[in-house]
């Protein structure tokens, strides 16, 4: 099956070799996207309700260059670095999913992230 690099300038660059999403038919697979700015500058050093908006805003970038939105999310990933901020998460994550479109999903601590951030988020969306 033939795939397409998906970018957005609204987010922040690769950091190492992969694509920000790649689309396979029509299903969209994006990167974790951590708390970069779209000039690869960190938002929100040590302060996870920043980092988490960030990221959000970075992952619905992302899905509008492949002409997608948060709707069409079907599951996500998230890695944070202490599970003691998955309330402060969760409600952050939750602001951005209407109800009826709320994806699938499972939450994952690690030891540490890239870039030393509080979270990562990766999602899969279908057209």
Same mark, same amino acid.
């Given at each position: 099956? @033939?795939?397409? !690099?998906?970018?957005?300038?609204? *987010? %922040?660059? %690769?950091?190492? %070799?992969?694509?920000?999403? /790649?689309?396979?038919?029509? +299903?969209? &697979? ?7 700015? $779209? ?7 040590? =302060?996870? *309700?920043?980092? +988490? ?10 899905? $509008? *260059?492949?002409?997608? +939105?948060?709707? =069409?999310?079907? #599951?996500?990933?998230?890695?944070? #670095? =202490? ?5 402060? /998460?969760?409600? !952050?994550?939750?602001? &951005?999913?209407?109800?009826?479109? $709320? %994806? @699938?999903?499972? +939450? ?6 890239? #870039? =030393?951030?509080?979270?990562? /988020?990766?999602?899969? *969306?279908?057209?």
């Amino acid at each position: 099956m @033939a795939h397409t !690099i998906i970018f957005s300038p609204q *987010a %922040p660059a %690769p950091i190492g %070799p992969y694509s920000q999403a /790649i689309q396979a038919g029509n +299903t969209v &697979y994006v990167s974790g996207q951590i708390a970069l700015d $779209a000039t690869g500058q960190l938002v929100g050093e040590g =302060d996870v *309700a920043q980092q +988490t908006h960030q990221v959000m805003r970075n992952l619905q970038a992302v899905l $509008a *260059a492949a002409n997608l +939105t948060l709707r =069409d999310v079907v #599951k996500c990933s998230i890695f944070v #670095k =202490d599970l003691g901020n998955f309330g402060l /998460i969760n409600e !952050i994550y939750g602001n &951005y999913f209407e109800a009826d479109y $709320a %994806p @699938a999903r499972e +939450t994952v601590e690690v030891s540490r992230l890239p #870039k =030393d951030v509080l979270v990562e /988020i990766s999602c899969v *969306a279908v057209q």
